[in-house]
């Protein structure tokens, strides 16, 4: 086999969450893989380099010149992030060797390094690639830092391009292939005198100080429990007491825990422990079994904590629990696991995982119940959620959570995008989780949550913009979340301060929900908004392209098609939106909307017209909240007049979301002058769109 060895500059591209794509909608992701490849041999020629290998959902290619590789780099992001892929690439200039179809050597192993680290439409690049282009203007760098990675001796210091249109990743929030701190469980370690108090002192200066080596070092997935249980029927206790788990882990500063969504992936898979833990990027795992027996009220929860890198079974347990005591197991666990890693908890950290939110066990079961069908956000789900809640505060009057989590349901329910056809009014979604909002505050008013309930009352169904945001900067202020809220939807928060054109901080806010929780959809379509805002479709496309990905539903494929009409690429858009209706009993306002816009800007105004006629229709016949989606057709045919009609309607009626929908639809821009917008504008509470 012939070899040739030379300096060569040597970038690696992958796709980032491949594997959960995979998992999620096979066909769609290898439709990716293959766009991904198409773009690469478009573009890797135009700059004089060469494809050496394809591997997986990744790609090595090289380059003679450094300065046309990093050309290339930029321009291949571009592309990626026109067609809504999420590459990752990382380059480094070293001595390889090339054979007949493969390429080894340092150099290759430090641009996967560096590729590692990095996020979504990032280029990052090492000291050697930055050495050759730091003089040439068109480049524009920063550097991240310096880092040590594993199989490498010394440690390299990393930049990122900042060129427009790149992404450019928070070292604080960096996960890649770093060298592994030492682990030491418990019961390998004797601590005495002095050597306690200078590592408790050590944990109190990293807990202060934010250091990310502790969190790291004590960073958790706990994967979904196993239903042992011959029926799905019982399927609502893994979702949720797995939930409960991470919660009150959640809880105890010095552990990092992930979150549900990153770790519901993996449900009823064969994958590994240890490749799970490394794309999660935690040290242990916790993962169990168990069966509920009906006819006694029993549960036994099988459960264990283990090193997936050593193969350690640091502590396992069977419980055998009466249902009437389900509510502690959650705490036991949590308590157990604190133990076994020698985290000493703070006084404040005991007392919560001695106090259950509830003292009934089947007030607990009803409540995870309903947990599990409010999530499906279906009218029946929502019905069956409300039920089990009723069930559960009959038990416990003072049960804040259930309390809590009806009010959302009432908020969240009254939603005419999740619930299309909803003919509940904005004024009896109010009426409806007021109770609920003044019983939960009463039981808990130093609670986050309920404000960031009550915030989402106040921005979609009363439509006050300043008077939602000060709820939401009071839930802040209070902070009882660990670390941001990810059980309630941050999207209230990030949606109140885009309607106050706070925009630097709905980012600041949905990108650390997104790290904190990157398997949320809501968060994608948080940033995709935020994008919309900013008149960078582009952007917003890729966002919504993420959240497609995630979950295909009509909701989501909406906001791609409306951000294609916004791209004018109406081709394309008309694909998503005509999918979306076509996958709906009754289409979404938004979707009608949007698919009218689409064909009138295509020059098809019987399709344009009939879209239009649709909504008028369902308007008449009593369907309200649809009264701004109405005017935005208006508007694209230039009918400012009755445009203003029918938004003056929709604040009058206080329609769903109608401040929030306002400030986020471009086109309303348009109307910034005429006093009759900027009297609506006055009534919503908003500072101008």
């Not at 990093?70 to 380059?91: D, H, K, T, W, Y």
């Not at 560096?114 to 439409?121: A, K, L, V, Y």
Request: hydrophobic share 40%; with cysteine.
């Amino acid at each position: 086999m012939k070899e040739t060895r030379k300096l060569n500059t040597i970038l690696l591209a992958d796709i980032a969450g491949y594997t959960a794509m995979m998992q999620e909608d096979e066909a769609r992701a290898l439709e990716l893989l293959q766009i991904f490849k198409k773009i690469l041999g478009n573009h890797v020629a135009k700059f004089e380099g060469h494809i050496v290998q394809y591997y997986g959902d990744a790609c090595i290619l090289s380059f003679d010149s450094t300065t046309l590789g990093v050309q290339c780099a930029i321009s291949l992001q571009v592309e990626f992030r026109e067609n809504n892929l999420p590459i990752r690439i990382g380059m480094h200039l070293g001595e390889v060797v090339f054979t007949e179809n493969n390429v080894f050597g340092d150099g290759v192993n430090i641009a996967s390094r560096i590729e590692s680290m990095g996020i979504p439409n990032s280029v990052l690049i090492s000291g050697s690639i930055r050495d050759q282009i730091k003089n040439k203007n068109e480049f524009s760098l920063k550097s991240l830092g310096s880092f040590e990675f594993k199989n490498v001796n010394e440690p390299l210091e990393v930049f990122a391009l900042e060129n427009k249109g790149l992404s450019v990743p928070e070292r604080s929030k960096m996960v890649g292939k770093f060298k592994e701190q030492s682990r030491k469980p418990k019961r390998l370690l004797k601590f005495a005198g002095v050597l306690a108090i200078l590592i408790t002192t050590f944990f109190l200066f990293n807990y202060l100080t934010g250091n990310e080596a502790t969190a790291k070092e004590n960073s958790i997935a706990v994967l979904p429990l196993i239903n042992l249980n011959n029926t799905d029927e019982f399927e609502y206790f893994s979702d949720g007491v797995t939930q409960e788990i991470i919660d009150e882990l959640a809880k105890i500063s010095s552990i990092t825990v992930s979150a549900f969504t990153s770790t519901y992936q993996y449900k009823n898979q064969t994958m590994p422990q240890r490749e799970i833990a490394e794309e999660l990027g935690v040290k242990y795992l916790i993962a169990g079994s168990y069966r509920l027996f009906e006819e006694d009220k029993r549960i036994r929860l099988s459960l264990e904590l283990i090193d997936p890198f050593t193969k350690e079974r640091i502590w396992n347990n069977t419980l055998n629990e009466e249902m009437s005591n389900a509510q502690m197991i959650q705490l036991s666990v949590a308590r157990k696991v604190a133990e076994n890693l020698n985290i000493e908890l703070t006084s404040a950290e005991k007392s919560d995982l001695e106090n259950p939110s509830t003292k009934n066990g089947e007030a607990f079961r009803l409540y995870l119940q309903a947990k599990s069908e409010i999530n499906k956000l279906s009218p029946e789900g929502l019905e069956n959620g409300t039920r089990f809640l009723e069930e559960a505060i009959k038990l416990d009057q003072n049960f804040s959570q259930a309390h809590t989590l009806l009010a959302w349901r009432y908020t969240a329910g009254a939603s005419a995008d999740f619930v299309p056809g909803i003919k509940r009014s904005t004024s009896e979604s109010v009426a409806l989780a007021m109770p609920y909002i003044e019983k939960a505050l009463e039981n808990d008013p130093e609670g986050s949550d309920i404000f960031l309930v009550r915030a989402n009352l106040k921005l979609y169904s009363q439509n006050k913009i300043e008077n939602a945001k000060e709820d939401v900067e009071r839930a802040f202020r209070i902070s009882s979340w660990p670390r941001i809220p990810t059980n309630y939807c941050i999207c209230t928060a990030v949606s109140a301060f885009i309607a106050s054109r706070e925009l630097d901080r709905a980012k600041e806010i949905a990108e650390q929900a997104k790290d904190i929780d990157p398997g949320h959809v809501l968060y994608d379509w948080d940033l995709g908004n935020i994008a919309m805002k900013e008149g960078d479709y582009l952007r917003a496309k890729f966002y919504y392209g993420l959240s497609v990905a995630k979950a295909d539903i009509p909701f989501f494929n909406t906001f791609l098609g409306w951000s294609l009409y916004y791209n004018e690429q109406y081709e394309e858009a008309l694909k998503y939106l005509t999918k979306a209706y076509d996958n709906s009993p009754l289409a979404a306002r938004w979707n009608v909307a949007s698919l009218s816009n689409t064909y009138f800007k295509m020059g098809d105004k019987e399709n344009a017209d009939k879209y239009l006629q649709e909504l008028l229709d369902r308007s008449s016949s009593g369907e309200p909240h649809l009264n701004l989606f109405i005017a935005d057709i208006l508007l694209e045919r230039n009918e400012k007049n009755r445009a203003l009609d029918y938004l003056e309607q929709g604040v009058s009626n206080s329609d769903f979301g109608f401040a929030v929908f306002l400030s986020l639809i471009p086109k309303f821009k348009t109307l910034q002058n005429e006093p009759r917008f900027q009297e609506i504008l006055t009534k919503i509470q908003s500072p101008g769109i």
